[in-house]
């Protein structure tokens, strides 16, 4: 699965942002997807998980209640609303597909793309 990240951007303390996954030649309809960040100088970590039908979401504890994965299986895309971002996540977000087993996500296949940037300053 080839997948293409957007929506990323300069945004101050606070802000908010919308990042899109878009897949480039097939469905992700039957297909966890998993939103990844990686900080300069710092291991990429999972931020969120969505299973195919949407119905299940898995959130790292640093972003719940701050982040809302969603996906538009007719779209053919996965989105993560961000908001009251902070400095810490600043990084650069993918997405991924991922496996779905035991209502959990994991793990991941297919590669990585290139990501997009995300900078939270002032």
């Known amino acids: 699965v080839q997948l293409v990240e957007s929506g990323g951007g300069l945004v101050q303390p606070g802000g908010s942002l919308r990042l899109s996954c878009a897949a480039s030649g097939r469905s992700l309809a039957n297909v966890a997807i998993g939103w990844f960040r990686q900080a300069p100088g710092k291991e990429r970590e999972g931020v969120s998980c969505?299973?195919?039908?949407?119905?299940?979401?898995q959130y790292a504890d640093s972003v719940k209640g701050r982040f809302t994965i969603s996906r538009d299986n007719a779209k053919n895309m996965v989105f993560l609303q961000m908001s009251s971002l902070m400095a810490e996540g600043t990084a650069v977000y993918y997405c991924?597909?991922?496996?779905?087993?035991?209502?959990?996500?994991?793990?991941?296949?297919?590669?990585w793309g290139q990501g997009t940037q995300v900078t939270v300053s002032s």
């Open positions: 969505i299973n195919h039908s949407g119905e299940y979401k």
């Open positions: 991924v597909g991922e496996g779905w087993y035991g209502h959990k996500c994991g793990p991941t296949f297919g590669s």
